[in-house]
């Protein structure tokens, strides 16, 4: 059965740094595009990060270069993401996403309908 959980998401204050976990189970995560999503209160969802393993392609969303630093440790089967100088509006409650055929490119985002799996989320709340 393939699983996701993410953890890691919390409170903190603006310009802090969190590290989001994502932990797979039935499947590897060196073998599937593994992507970040997240979506805040009353906004459409958004692509943030996405990693191939295999290949260490990356890809970020603007907003977040320089910020965000996805990463991947297949031993531990698990995906992070590390969230530095972090701001209110990165308030959202933060996904993991996995699919065999959706690798990162290292150039674009693939839709969140192109992802087969999902965690159930973790929150992450920034204070000002």
């Known amino acids: 059965e393939v699983r996701i959980v993410e953890s890691g998401g919390g409170t903190v204050q603006a310009g802090g740094s969190l590290r989001l976990s994502c932990t797979a189970s039935g499947f590897t995560v060196d073998n599937y595009g593994i992507a970040w999503f997240r979506q805040a209160p009353g906004k459409e969802r958004e692509g943030i990060s996405c990693i191939t393993a295999t290949d260490g392609s990356t890809y970020y969303a603007n907003s977040m270069k320089g910020r965000f630093t996805i990463s991947s440790d297949n031993a531990k089967n698990t995906v992070y993401l590390q969230m530095n100088s972090l701001k209110p509006e990165d308030t959202a409650t933060y996904y993991c996403?996995?699919?065999?055929?959706?690798?990162?490119?290292?150039?674009?985002?693939?839709?969140?309908?192109?992802?087969?799996?999902w965690g159930q989320g973790t929150q992450v709340t920034v204070s000002s």
């Open positions: 996403v996995a699919d065999r055929i959706a690798l990162c490119s290292g150039s674009h985002f693939y839709p969140e309908y192109e992802y087969d799996y």
